[in-house]
């Protein structure tokens, strides 16, 4: 038991968090190559003064990641992974403001992105996953 409650329902709260953040994940990636182009992209990378060639690889790490969330291939390891991406989109929309709908997007939404995958690294893959990573995984006490 954790926090009062039956395991099964930890794992079933891991699991929708799991499966919340591959979507996002994919469909950040899926923005990029279909609404925005990798050139395009490439371009606004290059605009805020990272390099527009990083568009590629973090094109590919939104998708392929996204998947293993989704699929719950070593999905803590990914949270953690990913992490980087999402603190340097908060970075980038931090003079935007607080409200993502604000003009250019502001920077709650990826904050709360980046804590989510931190949570999910700390509670577990969840259930229902093809690969179950607990190494480099906090153990409990």
């Known amino acids: 038991m954790t926090a ?3 395991d ?3 794992q079933i709260g891991a699991t929708l968090l799991r499966v919340a953040l591959g979507s996002m994940w994919i469909a950040h990636a899926l923005l990029k190559l279909l ?3 990798l050139p395009g992209t490439a371009q606004y990378f290059a605009s805020i003064g990272l390099p527009g060639a990083l568009a590629y690889p973090v094109f590919a ?3 392929i990641g996204g998947v293993a969330l989704l699929l719950g291939v070593y999905a803590r390891q990914v ?3 990913l992490l980087p991406i999402m603190l340097a989109a908060a970075w980038v929309h931090l003079p935007n403001g607080w409200v993502h709908t604000s003009p250019n997007g502001g920077w709650e939404y990826p904050v709360f992105l980046a804590v989510a995958s931190l949570v999910l690294w700390l509670v577990g893959d969840g259930a229902w996953t093809l690969r179950r990573g607990d190494w480099l995984a906090p153990r409990a006490a």
């Open 79 to 81: 949270a953690l992974a």
């Open 4 to 6: 009062n409650r039956p």
């Open 61 to 63: 790490a939104e998708l």
């Open 35 to 37: 609404v925005f182009t």
């Open 8 to 10: 099964n329902a930890v």
